[in-house]
């Protein structure tokens, strides 16, 4: 039977980056949840609302272990995410998911015992500073240069920023950036800007003769195009749900 | 200092083959001891296209697996004492050659010989990705056309990633070679024009080798094009082409422009 697709539009995928608390555990276990159980008595709520990672990778702990060790983070409402660098065969239906390739980011401040406070710390729990500030997002301030023409088939993906390519981008090649893209040459390929969710980002191109472009999941394929645009210096934006466009110069 | 040229496309049927034995001809023809090496196992041509069809005893995979010594497996060639022909085997597949063997008879050969011309199989996969693995030089033989063109682009992405000068740090110095060209055809807007090829693929250009008649009649023959009828204008072109390989300064003349004898005749042949 054949579906019919009574609307066109397609789903809009998106990416997200999102900074999570990684957590790695030290064997002996017991020793390491007394810590934890120590931190969490100086400030209640830490990990409430915060997506925690659990990191493995260094511990030696088969399954059943792992297992009871996410039982006991449930008790003290840690919500597990994600399981980083553990084996294959530490998981099993149920558990949360593999990750990996996750980035580094600047280490979570640990609230610190107030020396003067801390004889009062059990009777004084509820009024323990619940850790409220927001991880400020990093902004994108990085970017890239590619010297050289991006061939077909190649792809150049940089989510932290800005992609320039000196050169042009052949037919069946794609540069995906978390920022804007800019190409002084020939767009013959696909040029994704704002891959993590930046709607600010922009296209540039010198000579737009795209297959697609798309800014923060919005997309527009070359028979989508105003055809007064091709061969021409175009810069596009995205304005609400529909991508802009307007001639350089 | 031998060097390695490796032939290829991305795309079948833009004249690969056909071009190996032109260039690997015209280059013997300098009395600069070449082979021609056939990497298309399975699919192989080129012996045709060389007319050692009835020549061929041992193959590139017998050396490779040790069931022959290189020099039983080279052919030299009827015609020119400086030319020799490595062949494929047609009734294995590319998984036959490994990276191993490749690279021990691409160093053996790279003692015996100046030039060393690999006429890489069609596609991306284990043949071709070998036959340009060693290469020093790399020939990209493209039709005026947007399909060829779009392969060959993939290729010199390939050649700038996988083969082992890339892995060095160093550059496979990538030439152009424009084959099936008909200038009439370019004007009218049915084919692409030589200025549009070399936008896409910013390379240099070694050689525009004309759409002729004389290609097929050749390779019926069993013999290079360059060596069927050297007056031809499509062996000029390839004559041409490899004194540029060589290195020398050529002025680049494009077939059917510019010629008035040619360009009658293309002139006639496109109406």
């Known amino acids: ?16 980056s999102f900074l999570a608390l990684v957590l790695s555990p030290e064997l002996p276990l017991d020793w390491w949840l007394g810590r934890l159980d120590d931190l969490a008595s100086r400030s209640a709520g830490f990990f409430l609302g915060r997506p925690v990672v659990l990191d493995v990778a260094d511990l030696e702990i088969d399954r059943k272990q792992l297992k009871s060790l996410l039982e006991e983070l449930g008790q003290r409402n840690v919500r597990v995410m994600g399981i980083e660098g553990g084996r294959p065969s530490l998981f099993e239906p149920g558990m949360p998911p593999a990750m ?15 020396p003067a406070e801390s004889p009062k710390a059990g009777k004084g729990k509820a009024a323990a500073p619940v850790i409220t500030e927001e991880v400020q997002p990093v902004r994108a301030t990085a970017s890239i240069i590619v010297r050289e023409p991006v061939r077909s088939g190649q792809s150049v993906i940089f989510p932290e920023g800005d992609v320039t390519v000196v050169g042009s981008v052949a037919s069946g090649a794609e540069i995906v950036a978390g920022g804007s893209v800019h190409i002084y040459g020939t767009l013959r390929g696909r040029a994704l800007a704002g891959s993590v969710g930046n709607a600010s980002a922009r296209i540039f191109c010198r000579r737009l003769e795209a297959e697609l472009l798309a800014i923060d999941g919005v997309y527009k394929t070359a028979e989508d195009m105003a055809p007064n645009l091709r061969g021409q210096s175009v810069q596009l934006w995205l304005e609400g749900d529909s991508i802009m466009a307007e001639r350089l110069n | 200092m031998a060097k390695v040229v490796v032939v290829t496309s991305g795309k079948g049927g833009v004249g690969k083959t056909t071009s190996t034995a032109a260039l690997g001809a015209a280059l013997a023809q300098r009395n600069e001891k070449t082979v021609v090496v056939d990497f298309d196992v399975g699919l192989r041509n080129l012996d045709l296209v060389m007319g050692a069809e009835r020549r061929v005893v041992y193959d590139l ?28 085997s047609q009734t294995r597949d590319k998984d036959s050659l490994t990276p191993e063997g490749v690279e021990r008879v691409m160093a053996e050969l790279r003692k015996h010989f100046d030039w060393i011309i690999c006429d890489s ?3 991306i996969e284990r043949g071709a990705t070998l036959a340009m ?56 807007g049915d084919m692409l024009k030589v200025d549009d090829v070399l936008e896409i693929l910013s390379i240099p250009l070694i050689g525009i080798v004309p759409e002729s008649m004389d290609v097929l009649k050749a390779s019926n023959l069993g013999a290079p094009v360059t060596l069927a009828d050297s007056r031809s204008a499509p062996a000029l ?20 422009e510019k010629r008035g004898f040619l360009g009658k005749i293309f002139g006639r042949r496109a109406a």
Do not use: W
């Open chain 1, 100 to 114: 990996k390739g996750g980035r580094p980011a600047p280490d979570f401040e640990v609230p610190e015992a107030n």
């Open chain 2, 121 to 123: 199989p069609a596609g």
């Open chain 2, 133 to 188: 693995r060693h290469a020093d030089l790399a020939v990209i033989v493209t039709n005026p056309e947007v399909s060829s063109v779009r392969d060959s682009d993939r290729i010199i992405g390939l050649l700038d990633a996988k083969t082992e000068r890339a892995e060095r740090g160093e550059r496979v110095e990538k030439h152009l070679l424009l084959t099936r060209y008909d200038a009439v055809r370019a004007e009218r």
């Open chain 2, 61 to 88: 995979v017998n050396v490779i697996q040790g069931d022959a010594k290189l020099p039983q497996a080279l052919i030299r060639d009827k015609r020119l004492d400086t030319l020799f022909l490595l062949p494929a």
């Open chain 2, 237 to 256: 072109a390839y004559l041409d082409a490899a004194r540029r390989l060589a290195g020398e300064t050529v002025p680049m003349t494009i077939p059917g």
């Open chain 1, 1 to 16: 039977m054949t579906k019919v697709l009574t609307d066109a539009r397609s789903i809009r995928i998106k990416g997200r």
